[in-house]
């Protein structure tokens, strides 16, 4: 049948803003975080990626938030551009027990950047 | 080229009928993933591979088999297609280590009438 429209968070920036893109994670037995991002018409993009030892970690323009207390992980992109432009998932893995290295996607929140 | 390369791209498909969808990789990693997007519910895992011959379920793996015969491929398989199969596939290579990397073909769109 035909799509439904998509229910995805929303984010909205102007150029040059900070952008946080928020995820709640659901399994308190999750050690490894990986942030994606996602255009249109092409698959996901692997951007960093955090352990549960580390509460942040930066790379170029992003830094990942963890907070484990809470299981919410956050993305961070400075001074935003219109290339940033995507969907943006979390996925959380576990590295040990039955769920060994069962990758799992969040929802995904969609980042528009307005020029 | 891709590392990561999916074929087909695009498929219309009947009920009923049997489809496999191709996942081939040039980066050497072990680990192997087939998700389903819809839209509104991000990606859900299908099956997943560590190593040649190893197969293991997903979230949703009902009425999808896949097939690892190579390190190199992974293949996914609809044995009767029904129309809320219809999605966007993704099959995805991960080496997680000091260095991760992770990578995803372009996906497949499947269309089931």
């Known amino acids: 049948g035909e799509s439904v429209g998509l229910h995805l968070p929303t984010l909205s920036v102007q150029e040059g803003d900070n952008s946080i893109i928020n995820c709640a994670y659901s399994?308190?037995?999750?050690?490894?975080f990986i942030w994606y991002k996602q255009e249109s018409g092409k698959g996901p993009q692997f951007i960093i990626d955090?352990?549960?030892?580390?509460d942040k970690r930066q790379g170029q323009r992003v830094t990942v938030l963890l907070n484990k207390t809470v299981k919410h992980l956050s993305l961070q992109i400075a001074a935003t551009q219109p290339g940033d432009s995507a969907v943006y998932f979390c996925?959380?893995?576990?590295?040990?027990?039955?769920?060994?290295?069962?990758?799992?996607f969040g929802q995904g929140t969609i980042l528009t950047v307005h020029p | 080229d891709a590392d990561v390369t999916q074929t087909p791209r695009n498929r219309i498909t009947k009920t009923g009928k049997r489809i496999m969808l191709e996942c081939s990789q040039t980066?050497?990693?072990?680990?192997m993933y087939w998700y389903r997007q819809d839209p509104g519910l991000g990606l859900r895992l299908i099956y997943y591979?560590?190593?040649?011959?190893?197969?293991n379920k997903g979230e949703i793996s009902d009425g999808y088999s896949v097939s690892r015969q190579a390190q190199a491929k992974f293949s996914l398989s609809l044995e009767s297609a029904i129309p809320n199969q219809t999605a966007l596939y993704f099959c995805a290579v991960i080496r997680q280590g000091a260095n991760t990397e992770a990578f995803f073909g372009q996906g497949t769109r499947l269309t089931v009438v």
């Open positions: 980066k050497g990693h072990d680990r």
């Open positions: 591979s560590f190593d040649v011959k190893d197969i």
């Open positions: 955090i352990r549960s030892n580390m």
């Open positions: 996925a959380e893995n576990i590295s040990g027990g039955t769920s060994y290295g069962k990758l799992t």
């Open positions: 399994n308190s037995a999750s050690d490894y």
